[in-house]
Structures are given as structure tokens and as C-alpha cells.
């Protein structure tokens, strides 16, 4: 009894500890960068080119790893694939990506890609040149593929939210930085400890290759002056000259990956050891030409977005109502509540009040004798802090300066001539409404209110 006891304790620390509710939105945030930088990185031209150009090596050099093999067998065990093979296989992968990035079928499209981005780095490495910077994206991607990555920050979520509403025929307030699920830790902690082991092993591969001769200083200027030389880093070449700030380098270098698993211990640190890593593999770079900014990349499992937003939402400009915008929108039309919802889902810091007619009139006619309901039922209208009131396109405008992920689009909506074209368009938009969309708020019980 006692040991059943004992392993159910066990048990529970290890599901508490890889499955305890987590946000959703670190987990969509991770997606979005890590799909964003590889794609990025698969669109480069060189490295469609430096694909293709792989056909013309000798066959003596292409030694095709298993994964390779098992997707191109029908072209021979040991034979290249042909061009138009690599095309497909390349296209496909980043159709899905950009589906992947902005959260279509997000699942579906992460499958693909993962796969596509995985067999066109193996076919890479099989002419006999490994790097291992790729390495710990390739198991990020297929993470996020296995994770509920897509529940927020999605076309899909998005998609079904609004039509939620629409079943209920009624819009309510939510926040997606605040939700949570039991499957959205474990990924983001496999590749942090993928991080721990990655840099443990690095820095144990120093000690165990070069022993204490590695603090000496001298390896590193040795490998500064090899790199910088072969690659044309003048800083290299000049920090190889510099005998102290390699032996400071080498130590700084060695002490940060033996201890970076402290970050999983002590999450404070983060602050730490992140800006300081950025700073590591950057200076890698500009010195032996080695990139590793996938790992710059990597790095955002271990930023707490959520909580960011959530401080944020908290400062005192945020948590007084009445210092917040209120939209008032028609709540028996079926084209608001589909604004409202989308308008609500980009609102992270909660900075704006959203009002349905039907319930709030009776309170908004008595505060703001100005308004009528006929104008409020025509046309979105936006009572700003001060009582201003906006209506129409210009409510519209005036909204997505308080929800900053939208602000993009004010470079357009700010365009000479929009606030002539604007109304005109904001208008179709709005007669197209009533006839499709039929609503009919005149019947409804706020007018005997009124």
C-alpha cells in the first residue's frame, strides 16, 4: 500500500509538472515565430537554389539518409530526386507553412510542413555536410504539430468563435490571453530542456575535447583566426588578436552552457540568460560566421507572453472602465457580432467596453442625449473617455488605436482621401447588412423602454 501511495505521488508530481494548465497563447505565440523564421529562412533564394544545384554534384557524394530514401524510393534507392520532385516537395511546404502561420487547419498544415522542412534539410545533409543549428527546429515543429498550437491566434479559432455567437445570437466578452489548457506547457518545456541538454552538451564537448587548455585563451583565438580568415570576419580576425578577451570569452562562453538548466529551476533568471544568449550567438555570428539564429528564435518558450500582456492589461489606465472606450453595436445583428467578436479577439489588453443596444439604451440615452437609436441601429457609434463620440467609418478608425496588434491597418485607413472614401464604403457595407443579415432591432423590446 505504501508503495502504490508512493508511486501515485510520483505520478502526480510528473503530470503536474509537464501537464499543469498552461496559456494558450504562449503556446500560439511560439508558433507564429517559430513558422515565421523558418519560412523566412526557406524562402531565401539561395536555398531553393542551393537545392536544386545538389542534382549536378557527383553521384559519389550523395549518400541519402533513410528519411530521404523513404520518400523518394520511387525514384531509386540511391539516386537523386528529380527537379520536379524538389519542386513539389518545396512549394507544398510552404503553402502549408503560410496556412500553418496563420492558423488554418493549423494541425493539418504543421504536419506538411514540418515534414517538408525536415526532408529538404536531410536531402542537405546527405552530400556529406551536417550543421547542427537546424537540429533543434526541426523537434520544435514537429512539437507545435502535436500540440494544441492552433487554439488561439488562428483563422480557426476565429472561424469557430463567430459562428458560436452566431448559433446563440448573442455576443459576450472573452479574452484569449487568459485561457488555458493542460497541453499547452509540455511543449514549450520539451524544448527548453532540449535547450538545457543542447548547451550542457556543448559545453561538456569543450571541456572533454580540449580540457582546461580551453580556458587558456589560445583555442579560441586559434578558431577566431581559422573562421574569421576562411569567412572574411574582420572582427574575428581582430578579436583573435585580442589574448584577454579570449580567455574572458572562453569562460563566459563555457559558464553559460554548463549552467543554462538553471533557467528551468529558476525562471527568473530568464531575464538573465536569454538577453545574454541572444548576445552570444550574435556575436558568434559576426565573428566565426556561425548562424545560429534559429535558437534566437527558440527563445520565445521561455518569455512568459501572457503574463506581459496581462501586466499590462492591469496598469491603472487599463482597469478604470470609465476611462474606456465604449462601442456600441447592434446585438441582433448577425455582421456585428461578427465585428464585435473579432474586435474582442485582437483586444489583449482589455482597453475597450463593448455595448449591446438592446441591454445598454435605456442608461446611454439618459448619458448621451445626443446619440439617437436611429443613428446607433445605422451605424457603429464609439463614445471615446472625453464624451466625444465617433460614428461609422471614423468609430472604426478611432477603435484600432486601442488594440495595438491592429495598428497596420491605420497606415490605411489614414491614406489622403480616406476620410472621403471611407464613409462611402462604410455605408455599402452597412445597407448590405440590413438586407441580407434582416435584422430587426426596431421590434425588440428596447423601444418600448425608450
Known amino acids: 500500500m505504501e508503495i502504490q501511495k508512493r508511486q501515485h505521488s510520483i505520478l502526480e508530481i510528473w503530470n503536474n509538472y509537464w501537464f499543469r494548465p498552461a496559456p494558450l497563447f504562449n503556446l500560439a505565440i511560439c508558433r507564429i515565430i517559430f513558422v515565421t523564421f523558418q519560412l523566412i529562412y526557406i524562402l531565401k533564394p539561395d536555398y531553393f537554389n542551393n537545392i536544386l544545384n545538389r542534382a549536378s554534384w557527383p553521384d559519389a557524394v550523395y549518400t541519402p539518409l533513410p528519411f530521404v530514401q523513404l520518400l523518394t524510393l520511387p525514384f531509386g534507392w540511391s539516386e537523386p530526386p528529380p527537379d520536379i520532385f524538389i519542386f513539389a516537395i518545396y512549394w507544398i511546404t510552404v503553402g502549408t507553412g503560410l496556412f500553418a502561420l496563420l492558423g488554418f487547419k493549423t494541425n493539418l498544415s504543421l504536419i506538411p510542413f514540418s515534414l517538408g522542412c525536415l526532408w529538404m534539410q536531410k536531402y542537405l545533409y546527405s552530400f556529406g555536410k551536417y550543421h547542427h543549428p537546424e537540429a533543434l527546429m526541426m523537434m520544435a515543429l514537429f512539437v507545435l504539430a502535436l500540440s494544441p498550437s492552433g487554439r488561439v491566434l488562428s483563422i480557426d479559432d476565429i472561424v469557430k468563435r463567430i459562428q458560436f455567437n452566431l448559433k446563440k445570437r448573442k455576443f459576450e466578452t472573452f479574452n484569449i490571453v487568459e485561457e488555458n489548457s493542460s497541453f499547452a506547457r509540455w511543449p514549450l518545456l520539451f524544448v527548453q530542456w532540449m535547450f538545457a541538454l543542447v548547451y550542457l552538451s556543448a559545453g561538456l564537448a569543450k571541456l572533454t575535447n580540449d580540457g582546461l587548455d580551453w580556458f587558456n585563451g589560445y583555442t579560441l583565438q586559434y578558431y577566431l583566426l581559422t573562421d574569421g580568415l576562411r569567412w572574411g570576419s574582420d572582427l574575428g580576425v581582430w578579436l583573435a588578436h585580442n589574448h584577454t578577451m579570449a580567455v574572458l570569452s572562453s569562460l563566459m562562453a563555457v559558464g553559460f552552457e554548463a549552467t543554462f538548466f538553471l533557467v528551468l529551476i529558476f525562471p527568473q533568471l530568464v531575464w538573465i540568460y536569454i538577453p545574454l544568449g541572444a548576445s552570444l ?120 488605436r486601442y488594440i495595438p496588434i491592429l495598428w497596420p491597418l491605420q497606415l490605411v485607413l489614414y491614406l489622403p482621401g480616406s476620410s472621403n472614401f471611407g464613409p462611402k464604403i462604410y455605408k455599402f457595407v452597412a445597407s448590405r447588412r440590413k438586407r441580407f443579415n434582416q435584422c430587426s432591432f426596431e421590434t425588440c423590446s428596447i423601444d418600448s423602454q425608450k
Open 281 to 400: 550567438h550574435i556575436g558568434i555570428y559576426l565573428a566565426q560566421r556561425a548562424p545560429f539564429f534559429q535558437f534566437i528564435a527558440l527563445y520565445a518558450v521561455f518569455i512568459p507572453w501572457a503574463s506581459i500582456v496581462q501586466k499590462f492589461t492591469t496598469r491603472p489606465w487599463s482597469s478604470a472602465s470609465n476611462q474606456k472606450p465604449e462601442i456600441l453595436y447592434d446585438g441582433l445583428c448577425p455582421l456585428c457580432i461578427r465585428s464585435m467578436t473579432v474586435l474582442c479577439y485582437f483586444d489583449w489588453f482589455n482597453r475597450l467596453i463593448y455595448s449591446d443596444l438592446e441591454q445598454r439604451w435605456p442608461r446611454i440615452a439618459e448619458t448621451h442625449p445626443q446619440i439617437s437609436l436611429q443613428a446607433c441601429l445605422e451605424e457603429m457609434h464609439l463614445i471615446l473617455p472625453n464624451g466625444a463620440v465617433r460614428k461609422g467609418f471614423f468609430a472604426f478608425r478611432e477603435i484600432l
